[in-house]
T-cell receptor, first 112, second 114 residues
């Protein structure tokens, strides 16, 4: 059972454009949603995270939009840079839960 | 802070051999996790320790896989009688607390079973 789904599987944007990565989940008990960025040969690194009590979280060029009613969230990367080319994972966990459920990831390529 | 350290970075074993993977969590972190990453299955939770005690091993294959945390500075994941389907990147992670606190991942150990 795939509890966290991501789309698209891959995305290519030009430098300076906004990349939009989507995530949806099934479990209503999930209330913490971190996004991880992974470069080849590296482990995932936390990029930005949001709790279900918020509908938006911003950190520089990275913004999460969260819709609790629809169980959907999205990561917007504005002014995309070639250095943002990586795989992005949406994850979810419940209150006090230690275990993350990860989506399959979106591979982002930013062309200069 | 060197982050979560995993050794070796790459390991090749023959089918049927044993593989031991090592993890040194970030100093002071009480929670240690093991995940497995493959192209097909993605990132899968394997097991979790808190203050060195095993809390949840629900993701561990019941046979051949075991994890230990003999002290607060290292954890091991042991795979006995390795099979080709065990080939994956094994990621160790640590955090300072329970859910909602940042989880830091190591660079992983790429295990190849030939």
């Amino acid at each position: 059972q795939q509890q966290v789904r991501q789309s698209p599987q891959s995305l290519t944007v030009w430098e300076g454009e906004t990349a939009i990565l989507n995530c949806s989940y099934e479990n209503s008990a999930f209330d913490y949603f971190p996004w991880y960025q992974q470069f080849p040969g590296e482990g995932p690194a936390l990029l930005i995270a949001i709790r279900s009590v918020s509908d938006k979280k911003e950190d520089g060029r990275f913004t999460i939009f969260f819709n609790k009613r629809e169980k959907k969230l999205s990561l917007h990367i504005t002014d995309s840079q070639p250095g943002d080319s990586a795989t992005y994972f949406c994850a979810a966990s419940g209150t006090g839960n230690y275990k993350y459920v990860f989506g399959a990831g979106t591979r982002l390529k930013v062309i200069a | 802070n060197a982050g979560v350290i995993q050794t070796p970075r790459h390991k090749v074993t023959g089918k049927g051999q044993e593989a031991t993977l090592w993890c040194e969590p970030i100093s002071g972190h009480s929670a240690v996790f093991w995940y497995r990453q493959t192209i097909v299955q993605g990132l899968e939770f394997l097991t979790y320790f808190r203050n060195q005690a095993p809390i949840d091993d629900s993701g561990m294959p019941k046979e051949r896989f075991s994890a230990q945390m003999p002290n607060q500075s290292h954890s091991t994941l042991k795979i006995q009688s390795t099979q080709p389907q065990d080939s994956a990147v094994y990621l160790c992670a640590s955090s300072s607390g329970q859910g909602g606190t940042e989880v830091f991942f190591g660079k992983g150990t790429r295990l190849t079973v030939v």
